[in-house]
C-alpha cells in the first residue's frame, strides 16, 4: 500500500463538476493499493497517517500529527501509485491490486479513518475526479507499508 500525503491549506475534489469532498487545514492522501496487501498493511497505513508529524509546533518544528492539530483528511484513489516505472517509457500496472480488491481495502480504509478521526472526506473509487489543493509548504511524502 503507498499513500502520498500532502499538507494542505485546503483541498477539495470533484466528479463530474459535482464536489464530493473537501476538507481545510489537514492532509490530502493519494492511496494506492498493490497486489498482495492485506489487513495489515491497512492498520499500518492508518497508524502512519494519523501519527505522521508533519505539522509545525510553536518553534517552527515538524513535531504534530493531523491529529495533534484536529485537522482534516481527504482520502482520493490513486492506483497509478501502484504503477511500476522502472523500466521503459511506460508505466505498467501488474503491481496494482485487482479493481474490486483495491475499491473494498480504500472503501475499508475510509471506514476505519472515519472511525478513528474526526474530520474525513473521500473521493469516488474509480471515478474521474478533478482535485484541487494548496499544498503548505510545499510538504509531500510517499508513505508505504
Not at 497505513?45 to 500529527?65: A, P, V
Amino acid at each position: 500500500m503507498r499513500g502520498l500525503i500532502q499538507r494542505v491549506k485546503h483541498a477539495r475534489v470533484e466528479v463530474g463538476g459535482e464536489l464530493v469532498g473537501e476538507i481545510e487545514q489537514g492532509i490530502l492522501l493519494l492511496l494506492g493499493v498493490e497486489r498482495g496487501d492485506e489487513p495489515a498493511a491497512l492498520e499500518r497505513m492508518l497508524h502512519k497517517l494519523l501519527n505522521y508529524r508533519i505539522f509545525s509546533d510553536d518553534d517552527g518544528k515538524m513535531n504534530l500529527s493531523v491529529s495533534d492539530i484536529g485537522g482534516g483528511v481527504l482520502v482520493v484513489s490513486q492506483f497509478t501509485l501502484a504503477a511500476d516505472t522502472r523500466k521503459g517509457l511506460r508505466p505498467g500496472f501488474s503491481t496494482a491490486a485487482a479493481p474490486d480488491l483495491a475499491e473494498a481495502m480504500y472503501d475499508e480504509f475510509v471506514v476505519k479513518l472515519r472511525e478513528r478521526h474526526g474530520c474525513v472526506a473521500a473521493g469516488q473509487f474509480g471515478a474521474d475526479m478533478q482535485v484541487s489543493l494548496c499544498n503548505d509548504g510545499p510538504v509531500t511524502f510517499l508513505l508505504e507499508t
